[in-house]
């Protein structure tokens, strides 16, 4: 009776004690939470400059984490959107969803200017096709060389994903009122469009195709992480279109202050040091010893490509149209 007792007691004391914790929920794409994702590290070193519980949700790839936030609303538990793009930006904060950074804004290092009221960056990257060396050995240079090609490539869905979604862009920024004609040309080598990211380069991995959309830092990951040199991005000459990742607060937030400490805590060297060899993208904010060695041999394109958020919502939908009607001939 004692014992039961006891523990009744010690369970009691259990429960507060989690009850006073707070709860900080970010939102994010599936692969940031992944075991090597940078998730785990960024929730073991977040934690302990907050007491508090960090908790990541998965929510598929970054365009389906806007489609959630739509659908929750004002009522969802979520107090910190992370892996949106600006592509997307735009789109989120008609929402109504965010509140203004209240911090002082961070300095970064970006290769573009950076005031944006609402998000943050965590990093950035260009959008590319890799491909391994060993068994392509004189990949295309441009979109028009690979459409005419029998190469077979995997890509993204832009209505879930954000490399999908940046590629319609990025075809759209480089060709223009000649993008149709580019899709139509690209739809015979299209194996397969994913919904996000992970499978589409899983898939790649286990030889179900030539090419995959993905980043220009991608194959940094098999070099360091696996001592792999045999993939590589292509360098297209039109340019490559630049991705840059943030993070805002939800207005909605029960803990707004908490969710200020984090967005301060990504600017920091705990969590930018992380992002190179995790999520495998560049940092906004540079490590005071620089990048890893495997970056020195990466692609650099000799074009960045990118439309701003307001330009990105307003050529969203003929992007997609343009897309969708040369995949259906």
Known sequence: MKISIFAAGMSVVA??????????????????????????????AFEATCDCDLQFVGTGDGAALLARLRL???????????????NQTAAAAET???????????????????NDPLFQPFDWGYFAFVYDRTKLTNPPANFRELA????????????SST?????????????????SSIWSGLADNIVTVTKGWSEAYGLFLEGEADMVLSYSTSPAYHLIAEQDDSKAAARFDEGHYMQIEVAGKLASSDVPELADQFLAFMASDAFQNLIPTTNWMYPAKLPADGLPDGFSTLIKPETA?????????????????????????
């Open 72 to 86: 929750e609303g004002p009522r969802g538990p979520a107090d910190i959107a992370l892996g949106l793009d600006t």
């Open 96 to 114: 109504g969803l965010f509140a203004p950074l209240s911090q002082p804004r961070p300095a970064l290092d970006l290769p573009v200017d950076w």
């Open 305 to 329: 490509l990118i439309y701003s958020p307001e330009q990105a919502a307003a050529i969203r939908n003929k992007a997609l149209s343009e897309w969708q009607n040369a995949l259906s001939e």
């Open 15 to 44: 429960s507060m004690a989690t009850a006073q914790t707070p709860v900080l929920t970010v939102y994010t794409y599936d692969s940031f939470v992944s075991d090597w994702g940078p998730g785990p590290a960024v929730e073991k």
């Open 163 to 179: 490399p999908g979604l940046g590629l319609l862009l990025w075809v759209k920024k480089a060709y223009g009122d000649d993008a």
């Open 148 to 159: 005419d090609s029998n190469l077979k490539i995997i890509i993204e869905d832009p209505r």
